[in-house]
């Protein structure tokens, strides 16, 4: 029988596809997390602590009608979902949070974490939804930059230069923690928003580093597991691939010192910045309706910018 053409992925996540089997042990609870690029590391520092059983499971951007199939079982024997927020019916799949509860035993468990994004650090990045198609990122980095977009806006051939002070960088950092807080409200979740206000260093917007993960396991893990303790991994950053250059007037506005930081990089390379902003100019003469879309959902952080 020929291989499936994704079999390296199906090995990564080698239980869930049922290519590999672990003992589970009856003393521990076993917990699925769910969720995109955060829940795999949430995975992993709950699994440090000795006290709870988990394999990895796809990021829910990536599921299949036959994931959805295979998920079943898996939720049937679960004793805690851990879940972020998720809408029902996401991507036309039976992937909401309440959708995949309703799969659980009896007397199962369900804890939602909040998407974490942190932007006081980096305040003209932003991550936008292009209408059309939610998936559609910008070339070079997923991840807009509020200067290049209102470049974008004025038919500019560079990023808009603003010096908005420390007083506006203060603010829109204080608004980064109250979206959080407002989610967290509203999707009523563990809370990590005053981890926030600490000015944490992270690898872009929404790549927490360790430090700030190991906050949120800790505190799923207390309701899961009282007194047990997450490990963070020593020797690697689970989301550092990537990593964005600091605003260091932002940084000194918050009074954080941050050494080096000053481009882009990826696997510890650094990317041309001219080629970044040529492309991503580009990219918003081909689509439009992304550089209309940026400038509503970030009115009020271009606003205290100076980008409005």
Known sequence: MASPPDLPR?????????????????????????GNCQAESLRILLDSS????SFR???????????IALLAPVLARADVLVSQPIR?????LPLGTSQLAALLPPGATVLRYPVLRWDGLMPFHAIVRDPSDPSHNPPVVPYHDLRILAAAARGRAAPVDVDPGAPAFRAAAALSIAQLRTREEHHDTVRVSDHLESAP?????????NETLA????RVLDRIAPGAT???????EMLGGLQAPVEHRAAAALGVSVAGREQWTAAGEPLDQPALVAAQLAFYREHPQVVAAGLERHAERLALLGLA
């Open 230 to 236: 997450v490990t963070p991994p020593a020797d690697r």
């Open 215 to 218: 906050v949120l396991a800790q």
């Open 57 to 67: 499971l796809p990021p829910v951007h990536e599921f299949t009608a036959e994931d």
């Open 50 to 53: 000795g006290a709870v059983d």
């Open 201 to 209: 260093v992270w690898h872009t917007i929404n790549h927490p580093s």
């Open 88 to 92: 029902a019916d996401y991507r036309e």
């Open 10 to 34: 199906r090995r990564h996540y080698g239980e869930f596809y049922q290519l590999t089997v672990a003992e589970r042990r009856a003393d521990r609870p076993f917990v699925a997390v769910m």
